[in-house]
């Protein structure tokens, strides 16, 4: 054997070693990512329905008017009885609906030079102004965060973080989301009831507070509930779908156990 023949023999081969992996790691189960994509597209149109109840004036209202957070919609502008201080309505016209500050302001302008008392009616019908665009940051902002916090929810279980400490702070932060989700559908509703009576929409409702949501307060209910449903349903699923891959040997669905 030559000399360098013996060199090579005397020198062990190089074994490559990969780096471990970073980052998020896609668990490759047909059945997790067709029901992931199912939950994908039940939650777009919960989504969906969630917007419209932002958007369209279907608040509280009466035969009269019409609330939402952008516009009111009506077909009389309220009168003022001095001497009583109630509200009637005024000559009918054809429905029409206008930015809701505009509402407001026309409205405020029959109690000019009326002296309503600690009531303060004009500072209260004023204020309320101030009260729909805190309602329509409330309801925008939720209908946000159910966005962001139900792709985290499918994106923690679908696509688990290799670092297990990572995964565990995705799952808790996927769980604080659900739980959230319908807290500011709530605190908004509480809020509504306070100023569609200051600025005279719903008061000749005859179905009293019972009847306050129409259709934008009862789409918003449903789909902040179904929302609440949807993503709680598919974690407590994903979890477990995770659990059978990895007693099955997949090393990226133990990854997600958590």
């Known amino acids: 054997m030559s000399a360098v023949e013996e060199k090579q023999a005397e020198t062990p081969e190089e074994v490559i070693v990969e780096p471990p992996k970073k980052g998020h790691q896609f668990i490759k189960d047909k059945l997790l990512i067709r029901v992931a994509i199912l939950f994908v597209f039940l939650l777009c149109v919960s989504w969906s329905v969630q917007w419209a109840s932002v958007i369209i004036p279907a608040w509280r209202g009466d035969e009269y008017h019409r609330g939402g957070l952008f516009e009111i919609c009506g077909n009389c502008d309220l009168q003022l009885n001095k001497t009583t201080l109630e509200l009637y309505p005024g000559p009918l016209y054809d429905w029409k609906c206008e930015p809701f500050d505009v509402y407001v302001d026309r409205f405020a302008k029959i109690y000019d030079g009326v002296d309503t008392g600690k009531l303060n009616a004009q500072w209260q019908a004023l204020n309320a102004k101030k009260m729909i665009i805190v309602s329509r940051w409330f309801e925008i902002t939720s209908t946000s965060l159910d966005m962001i916090f139900g792709i985290t929810t ?86 477990r779908r995770q659990y059978i891959l990895a007693m099955q040997g997949d090393e990226i669905a133990a990854r997600g156990v958590v």
């Open 154 to 239: 499918i994106w923690a279980v679908v696509y688990p973080h290799v670092d297990r400490n990572q995964q565990i702070k995705n799952m808790q932060f996927a769980i604080v989301g659900i739980l959230l989700t319908p807290t500011f559908t709530l605190m908004d509703s509480f809020i509504q009831n306070t100023y569609w009576a200051m600025i005279g929409v719903g008061v000749f409702e005859k179905g009293g507070i019972q009847n306050f949501l129409y259709a934008s307060g009862d789409m918003n209910w449903a789909s902040s509930f179904t929302d609440f449903v949807l993503q709680l349903t598919f974690l407590i699923w994903g979890v």
